[in-house]
């Protein structure tokens, strides 16, 4: 991703609706499908540091990214257990972690198959992956371009890449479900639009309180429904895939 972005990311991770709630998605997902106690787990393309954060509340988390600049950032948040690598070449041993995350990372990987791959390699037997990833080529805009993606998913393609790797899928939803219908239409309209050399910019704003409250609030309530049963569409798709015993 584009450094200045790192810097707008390490802003807003602490309260924007959009990263805490996607943050407490994924501590609830990894504790309930989880079955160790202080699991070790991976954080793959750990960003500015927010979901070590919270997931060091729990577990025992370990931080890869690609790029200097993230890991400089958790490193002030006292983050030491920090991996400067890629995520198609994971430089760990195979059946290291207990778990391992990969939040909005697989869509920026050319190779998104073989970093699969590297997720499933390094989970203990029985380890779990949870991942997420932006829904629907049809909603590209110039906030991917902005952050540099490859591309963007349905629900079986994540299942499918998933299953390629080796991992068996438990739990797979769209999600970030509500406030699908306006982003659809905000997107089309940003398309229709955009003047051709103009910069592309990425969504993430600061949203002002008590909005920013609501939103946080409306998809806690999604995250109780997906850790359930699947949602039929959204902006963003979600899984939890087991390495076999």
């Not at 060091?56 to 990214?65: I, Q, S």
């Not at 690598?85 to 430089?91: C, F, N, V």
Request: hydrophobic share 45%; proline share 6%.
């Amino acid at each position: 991703m584009n450094r200045d972005y790192y810097l707008q990311m390490r802003r807003l991770e602490d309260k924007h609706w959009w990263f805490v709630a996607r943050r407490n998605l994924i501590c609830a997902a990894l504790q309930r499908f989880g079955k160790t106690a202080n699991p070790l787990v991976l954080d793959m393309g750990c960003g500015t540091g927010g979901t070590l954060d919270r997931l060091r509340e729990f577990a025992r988390p370990v931080g890869l990214d690609l790029e200097p600049l993230a890991l400089e950032l958790c490193r002030e948040r006292g983050h030491q257990n920090l991996v400067l690598a890629s995520a198609t070449q994971l430089p760990f041993d195979t059946a290291t972690f207990d778990a391992a995350v990969a939040l909005d990372v697989l869509e920026h990987i050319p190779d998104d198959a073989t970093a699969a791959a590297e997720l499933a390699r390094v989970l203990k037997p029985g380890g779990i992956a949870v991942v997420t990833v932006p829904a629907y080529q049809s909603l590209w805009s110039g906030h991917d371009v902005a952050l540099m993606h490859q591309r963007r998913y349905r629900a079986e393609e994540v299942r499918k890449r998933l299953q390629e790797s080796g991992l068996i899928v438990e739990r797979l939803s769209y999600t970030v479900s509500a406030l699908f219908p306006a982003v659809w239409v905000v997107r089309k309209l940003q398309n229709a639009l955009a003047k051709k050399d103009a910069l592309p910019r990425a969504d993430a704003l600061p949203t002002p309180e008590p909005l920013n409250g609501v939103l946080r609030w409306l998809l806690d309530r999604e995250t109780g429904i997906v850790l359930g049963r699947s949602l039929p569409f959204g902006l963003t798709v979600f899984a939890v895939a087991r390495k076999p015993d």
